[in-house]
C-alpha cells in the first residue's frame, strides 16, 4: 500500500544532540512537508519542498534543516539550537499540480529533550 | 495573513449526540477548506473538504458547508459514535485548484470523547 512512513515513533534526545526523523513515501508525490504539532497550538510548518533539490522555509524553520536529495526521501535534522524541540512532528506530502491543496500524512515522530 | 479559528474544546457527546465543531477563517481570494481528524498516537487524515463557496464535504456520515459569506466551514454529524472520538482540525489552503502546494492554515484542533 502507498503511504508515508516515518521514523522513528519515538525518540529520546540529551540537550546539546542533533536528531534527524526519518520521512519517506512511495505515493510519488512531488512535494513534501514537515509540520510540527504542540498541545493546543495546531501545526506549524517547518519546511516543505516541491521538487528534489530545492527547499523552502516555513513559518517556524529556526533551529532546524532539511534535505531533498531523492523524491522519496525528506529527512528533518532538529539541531542544538531549536530552543524548544519536544513536540510531536508530522510529515506529509501532495502532489504538486492540479491540487487542491489535501495533504497525506505518516504517523508522526515524538521528540523529547532530556 | 490567514488564519482559522475553531471552537475551544474539549468536546464530550454521549453516543447518538448532535455534533458542531464551529470554524471560521480569514483569507484572502478562495481558499480550499478542509477538515482532518486525528485518532490517538496517528498522524492526520483527510476527513473532508470544499473548494468553492456553498460546497457541501461529507463523508462517514460528517459534512460541511463552505460559507463565504460568514467565513465559515462548521463540521456537523447527527449521531456521533465512540469511534468518533479524536481530535478535528479545521484547514485552509491559499489557493482553490491550481498549483497548491499543501501550506495549509491550520486551527488549533477540538478535542471530542464520545462516551457510550
Known amino acids: 500500500d502507498g503511504g508515508i512512513t516515518q521514523s522513528p515513533k519515538y525518540l529520546f534526545r540529551k540537550e546539546g544532540q542533533n536528531v534527524t526523523l526519518s520521512c519517506e513515501q512511495n505515493?510519488?508525490?512531488?512535494?513534501m512537508y514537515w509540520y510540527r504539532q504542540d498541545p493546543g497550538q495546531g501545526l506549524r510548518l517547518i519546511y516543505y519542498?516541491?521538487?528534489?533539490?530545492?527547499?523552502q522555509k516555513g513559518d517556524i524553520a529556526e533551529g532546524y534543516s532539511v534535505s531533498r536529495e531523492k523524491k522519496e526521501s525528506f529527512p528533518l535534522t532538529v539541531t542544538s539550537a531549536q530552543k524548544n524541540p519536544t513536540a510531536f512532528y508530522l510529515c506529509?506530502?501532495?502532489?504538486?499540480?492540479?491540487?487542491?491543496?489535501?495533504?497525506?500524512f505518516g504517523e508522526g515522530s515524538r521528540l523529547t529533550v532530556l | 495573513g490567514n488564519s482559522v479559528t475553531q471552537m475551544e474544546g474539549p468536546v464530550t457527546l454521549s453516543e447518538e449526540a448532535f455534533l458542531t465543531i464551529n470554524c471560521t477563517y480569514t483569507?484572502?481570494?478562495?481558499?480550499?477548506l478542509f477538515w482532518y481528524v486525528q485518532y490517538p498516537g496517528e498522524g492526520l487524515q483527510l476527513l473532508l473538504k470544499?473548494?468553492?463557496?456553498?460546497d457541501k464535504g461529507s463523508n462517514k456520515g460528517f459534512e460541511a458547508t463552505y460559507r463565504k459569506e460568514t467565513t465559515s466551514f462548521h463540521l456537523e454529524k447527527g449521531s456521533v459514535q465512540v469511534s468518533d472520538s479524536a481530535v478535528y482540525f479545521c484547514a485552509l489552503s491559499p489557493n482553490a485548484g491550481g498549483t497548491s502546494y499543501g501550506k495549509l492554515t491550520f486551527g488549533q484542533g477540538t478535542i471530542l470523547t464520545v462516551h457510550p
Open positions: 505515493l510519488n508525490h512531488d512535494a
Open positions: 519542498s516541491q521538487i528534489v533539490n530545492d527547499f
Open positions: 483569507a484572502t481570494g478562495y481558499p480550499s
Open positions: 470544499a473548494t468553492k463557496a456553498d
Open positions: 506529509a506530502s501532495s502532489r504538486r499540480t492540479g491540487n487542491t491543496g489535501e495533504l497525506f
